[in-house]
Every structure is written in C-alpha cells, then in structure tokens.
C-alpha cells in the first residue's frame, strides 16, 4: 500500500458499521489523528495545484480577463473591515457618508428614477427577493436583483433578467465606481466598506442597465443598511423575522423588527409576512408613525398554482412566495398594470405569476446536490453520496432545515426502496457538516436543529466540524487552506464538537466520543465522505450542510471541480 494511503488508512478504513449508526474509532497511539489528516490535506492541495495549473494552460487567451478579475477581487477584499460585526459602526456610525458617496458617483438622480422593491427580514428576504423577480421578469419586465451573500462567485450578487451578470460588464461598472471613488476619497472621506461599495456598484449597475425595476435585498437590519438610501421606492417587504444578529440589531423581537422597520418611508406601501406578536407589535407601530398601512401577506396556498410546484423548495417557501406575490401585484399596480394582478387574494394567480414561481431559482436554499464523483453502476439510479444544502443560520430557520431534510431524506427512501429489489440491503447514514460564525450562539442552533430532526424521524448517525474554506481566501479565489498546522484554529471547531457531544449525551446513551469529528479544512471533510462512500456502496450517505452560507458556498465550489 502506498505511504499515503497507508497513513490515511487509520482515519479512513478503520471504522465500526453498526446496523444503524456509524461509529469511528481512533487510530494507533502511534499516529495522532491530526498529523494523518495533515498529510492527506497536503497531498490533495497539491494534486489540485497541478490540475489548477493544467487547466490554466489549457485557458490560454482567457489568462489576462482573469489576472484582471483576479485584480479585482483583490480589491474588493481590501475593503473588507476586521472590525467586529458588533462595532458601533454597524449601526450607523458615519451613515452620512453614504450620501457623500451618492453624489461622487452622480448616482442620487438615477436612485431617484429607480422603481425599487426593498425587502429586509431574517430569514426568507433573499428567497422573497428571488420568487418577486422572477414573477416581474414572466410578466415581461427588465429586472435588477442585488442580495447577499454570494456563494461561489461576487457576481452573483448582481442579477440582470435573472443571470448573474457577465464578467465584461462587471468589471466595467467595477472600474467606473472604484475609480471615481478613488479620486474622490480621502482622511474624511475614506473609501467606503465592503458592503457598501457593493450597494453602490448594485446602484450603478441597475441604473445604467435601464432596469424597469430594481429588487433591493438588505444586507444587515435596515435602519442603517446600505440599501436604505432609496428614499421612495415603491413597496417595501418585510420577510419572517427571528433572533439572528442580535450583538447589533437588539437582544428581542421588538427591538430587532424595529431595526427592520427602518425600511418604512412615508407614503410607502408595506406588507410583511406573518410574525410573532412582539414582531408584529413593533412594526405596526413604526407604520402607525409614518402613516402607512402594513398589510400581512398570507402564505401562498398549494392549489392557487394550479398543480404546479414552487422553484424553492421547502414548505416555509409558501410564506415567502405569499408576501412575493403581494410585492409583485403593489409594484405592477403603482405602475399602472392592473390587468395582470390577481384578483384576489383566494383563486388560482395569473398564468405569468405561476411562471415566475414555478421557475425562481437560488442556490444553498434547500438544495440537493448529488455527488458526481462517486459514481455508482450505470444501471444503479442509487447516488452513495447526497449532500443537502441549506444556508440556515438562525434558531428558527434551524427548525425549518431541519423539517425540509427529515421530510425529503423519507422520500428518497421511499422512493429508493420501489426501485429496488426487496433483498438489496440498502442502508443510509445522516451525517450533519456544520459550521456557523463565532458571533452565534451555537447553544441557540444545535438544540433547535436536532430537536427538531429527531421529532420528525431523521437521527444524526455523525457530525463533523470544519472551518469555512473561504476564511482562507481573498474574495473569490481557489487558494488553499494554510499547510502548516500551527497556523490552523481549530478552537472554534472543538468548541463546536463540545456543544454537539454534550447536546446527543442527554438524549441517548451512546458512547458521545464516536459522533463526532474536527476537520483541519473542508476539502479533507468531503474527501472522508467519499471514500467513506466509495468504501461501503450498500449504503447511501446523506449529508446536511448547514449553519452558514459561506460554508454552503464552500461546499458548492468543491463540488464543482
């Protein structure tokens, strides 16, 4: 055997299958279970160079739009700010700037001919975003869509017509801000932060493409989000809200939903979907102060698409194409369009708003991504290796991914067994890859998902701890995860692995050291999953990836290579 594959052997082959659960045990005293997984890391990061090399080769004219993107990115991470998300600066701190950079880029005129749709929340803003384009685009209109974050590529933050938009035009409306910012900025007027900058470029981009409407997905609260320079836009949203953020946007419902209120604007339309009453509370009085009217949107009913089915999957979903609907029909009638408005709120919608939702797409919302390279038999319609995304990251988003993967990991069970023959012997293991940022609470995520799991039948057989691979990173690039070992942290992590060891010794008496494991980097996690997976073909491993979606993004761009 060769060296490599002997060291790795003690982490990857010696392994206990148990009738229902997957247990590991530790290698030989002789090798720590680190240095082993360090030397596999090293070996693929190098393997990836060359073939990152051989196909850099193979581009070949494509190399300078590239060393430029490359610039560009590099750029952008340059206004990326250490400072906690807790700092003052979060909210609101120099906030006046933003007008100042408003006028460099000449952009108050364009941002006042906008037709905008603004739409804050905690959970369910970006997928409301996403359903509204996506019905106003059926319906015939030019749209812009801005969200975050993205999660392979910054581009995906600005959509054009539903594509993300191209390189070339990317990097002109890049240059042009950057540039005039550049000359403009200095001591008292610095460049403008990460994500304002973005908000910017969104601005700039929609303006010059000729958008007939805008769709502003706010980044972080509301009062104080760089999309909240819109002073009129047409209707204004609010999605389900929750406890996410709360080292800035306040430690209960009231105070977070006033933050999100901060969207509101005087003579302004507003709906929001339904919310806990202390939410509700805050946000009728904000409206009440304003005078406008808030209107709940009720959730969508399955019949009123006429046997069709949601892009978005999951059942949460309805609430947020509910409240689309409700955004789409107020921004199409303030336009003059009433002929294509649904005529009430009860019968089966237009023809163009089933289009719009049956067909809205976004990735790492309950997305299922099975693993091409672990091949089964040609003949075999089972996949050994399923991973399911979804960028959850509070404790009611949570519960709701934990609903969505219990509900579709039975149905693919279900529908595995009538393919199969009754003697094949099919097993599956549920293995959770978590990670979630420091700021939260992991006492406030883990209880919630697998509470919510074990109550609708789907049980944990192993977790497994990494770090975002993108820490690692400049904005977009493929770099790798550091080599040496002392510059990994892993104490996030083992924090992490202490939560979950602690959380499932309470609920079973199962040996809590063999449900668990620390990765130095995500790359290594997901090749243990395939050997696993290549190693036992009689059982299918379905994986939830969960707790942020700078992992879920991670995960996408690994699985792509």
Not at 157 to 164: A, E, K, P, Q
Not at 465 to 483: D, H, I, R
Request: glycine share 6%; aromatic share 8%.
């Amino acid at each position: 055997m060769p060296p490599l594959a002997s060291a790795a052997a003690h982490l990857l082959l010696r392994r206990r299958l148990g009738r229902h659960h997957l247990l590991l045990s530790p290698p030989p005293a002789s090798h720590s279970s680190f240095p082993v997984r360090r030397v596999f890391a090293r070996a693929m990061e190098s393997s990836s160079s060359a073939a990152a090399a051989a196909a850099a080769q193979q581009a070949g004219g494509a190399a300078v739009t590239a060393e430029e993107y490359e610039e560009v990115l590099g750029r952008l991470s340059s206004l990326i700010t250490q400072k906690v998300r807790a700092h003052t600066g979060n909210r609101g701190n120099q906030w006046d700037l933003m007008e100042r950079y408003l006028q460099i880029l000449e952009l108050e005129e364009p941002i006042a001919r906008m037709k905008v749709i603004h739409v804050a929340g905690t959970k369910g803003k970006g997928s409301t975003c996403t359903f509204t384009e996506s019905i106003l685009r059926s319906c015939g209109f030019r749209t812009g869509l801005f969200t975050s974050p993205h999660l392979m590529d910054v581009r995906e933050r600005f959509r054009l017509d539903g594509v993300d938009i191209s390189q070339e035009k990317f990097l002109k409306y890049f240059w042009w801000c950057w540039n005039k910012l550049k000359e403009k900025t200095h001591d008292d007027t610095p460049m403008p932060p990460y994500f304002r900058f973005m908000a910017l470029l969104a601005f700039k981009i929609f303006s010059a493409e000729q958008v007939d409407v805008a769709l502003l997905e706010v980044g972080l609260g509301g009062k104080f989000d760089a999309t909240n320079v819109v002073k009129a836009p047409v209707v204004c949203g609010i999605s389900s809200l929750g406890f996410d953020h709360m080292e800035i946007l306040g430690n209960t419902l009231g105070e977070i939903a006033g933050e999100k209120a901060g969207i509101f604007k005087k003579g302004v339309p507003a709906y929001t979907a339904p919310q806990p009453e202390e939410a509700m509370v805050a946000l009728k009085q904000r409206a009440l102060e304003l005078g406008i009217s808030l209107q709940v949107a009720d959730p969508l009913k399955p019949h009123q698409l006429k046997d069709q089915h949601l892009g978005l999957h999951g059942e949460h979903q309805y609430i947020n194409a509910g409240l689309a609907v409700e955004l789409a029909s107020t921004w199409l009638e303030k336009q003059g369009h009433m002929d294509r408005i649904p005529l009430n709120r009860t019968d089966p919608l237009p023809d163009q708003f089933i289009r719009g939702l049956s067909s809205a797409s976004l990735q790492g919302r309950a997305q299922i991504v099975p693993d091409s390279q672990v091949n089964s038999e040609e003949k075999d319609p089972h996949c050994p290796l399923v991973f399911y995304l979804d960028g959850a990251h509070s404790p009611e988003s949570m519960e709701i991914c934990a609903r969505w993967f219990s509900h579709v990991t039975k149905e693919d069970k279900s529908i595995q067994s009538s393919m199969e023959q009754p003697q094949s012997g099919r097993n599956t293991r549920k293995i959770l890859l978590f990670n979630c940022m420091s700021v939260r609470d992991p006492m406030r995520l883990l209880p919630h998902l697998v509470d919510t799991a074990t109550q609708n039948g789907a049980h944990f057989d192993l977790a497994l701890f990494v770090p975002n691979q993108s820490q690692y990173n400049k904005l977009g690039s493929n770099a790798s995860a550091p080599a040496e070992p002392e510059q990994i942290d892993l104490s996030w992590q083992l924090s992490l692995q202490t939560v979950w060891e602690k959380l499932l010794h309470g609920l079973n008496s199962t040996d809590s050291s063999e449900t668990s494991l620390v990765f130095e980097s995500l790359p290594l996690a997901i090749e243990w999953l395939r050997k696993s997976a290549q190693e036992d073909p009689s059982t299918t491993y379905q994986v939830l990836v969960t707790g942020s979606l700078h992992l879920i993004g991670d995960v996408l761009r690994l699985l792509k290579k």
